[in-house]
């Protein structure tokens, strides 16, 4: 079994920064894709950034050059660095990991709880 566990969200005000960080506790062999989620009140959970074992990343066009995902691939561990924050930047974040176990021939994707992220404006 596979545990993500999520830290730190919290409350900041437009135009500062937040850093969030996930692990990957348990069963855990290597981790292919990370990625993170952010889910608003009222609106669908929407792809934040994505990165690959090789380090390649993907962000969502609203978040380029203000968001930073990185990656320790022997901590097991993903990164969102959170620059210039906006309002419309709050939401709950998940991180999410395709995961290769210990024993299992196919990896699986986890998700995380969900930290809260709060924008003042």
């Known amino acids: 079994q596979v545990q993500l566990v999520e830290s730190g969200g919290g409350l900041v005000q437009a135009g500062g920064s937040l850093d969030l960080s996930c692990a990957a506790s348990?069963?855990?062999?290597?981790?292919?894709?990370w990625g993170w989620f952010r889910q608003a009140p009222g609106q669908q959970r929407e792809l934040v950034a994505q990165?690959?074992?090789?380090?390649?990343?993907n962000y969502q066009d609203s978040v380029k050059g203000r968001f930073t995902i990185s990656r320790d691939n022997v901590l097991h561990i993903v990164y969102l660095h959170m620059n210039s924050l906006k309002s419309e930047d709050t939401a709950v974040y998940y991180c999410t990991a395709d995961v290769q176990e210990i024993g299992h021939d196919s990896s699986q994707t986890y998700w995380g709880q969900g930290t809260q992220v709060t924008v003042s404006s």
């Open positions: 348990g069963s855990v062999t290597r981790v292919n894709t």
């Open positions: 990165i690959t074992r090789g380090a390649i990343k």
